[in-house]
Nanobody, 110 residues
Framework: VQLVESGGDLVQPGGSLRLSCAAS????????ITWARQAPGKGLEWVSK???????LYADSVKGRFTISRDNARNTVYLQMNSLKPEDTAVYYC?????RGRGTQVTVSS
């Protein structure tokens, strides 16, 4: 299993970013993929999940601001993040089961 996140950046409050998670080494089309994040000095926080059929779940802290999607032809999951807040600052990971990538840093600051 290999998961590679990208798209993190420094952005001002209220801005947007789109994260990508490129997956390989497993049957992507039948798999549910999770996004999680870890802020400095804090534990891992679940953010969102997308199932093989396209059903989605969101943490209350991001609901209405973040959108998860998948492109099965590209074996890629996306996380569109809008109306970003300083408290969204974290390393963002995609995961399947106990496997996760190295993460991508998102910093929201003016």
């Amino acid at each position: 299993v290999q998961l590679v996140e990208s798209g993190g950046d420094l952005v001002q409050p209220g801005g947007s970013l789109r994260l990508s998670c490129a997956a390989s080494g497993f049957t992507f089309i039948t798999s549910a993929i999770t996004w999680a994040r870890q802020a400095p000095g804090k534990g891992l926080e679940w953010v969102s999940k997308i199932y093989s059929g396209g059903e989605t779940l969101y943490a209350d802290s991001v609901k209405g601001r973040f959108t998860i999607s998948r492109d099965n032809a590209r074996n890629t999951v996306y996380l569109q993040m809008n109306s970003l807040k300083p408290e969204d600052t974290a390393v963002y990971y995609c995961a399947i089961g106990s496997n996760r990538g190295r993460g991508t840093q998102v910093t929201v600051s003016s």
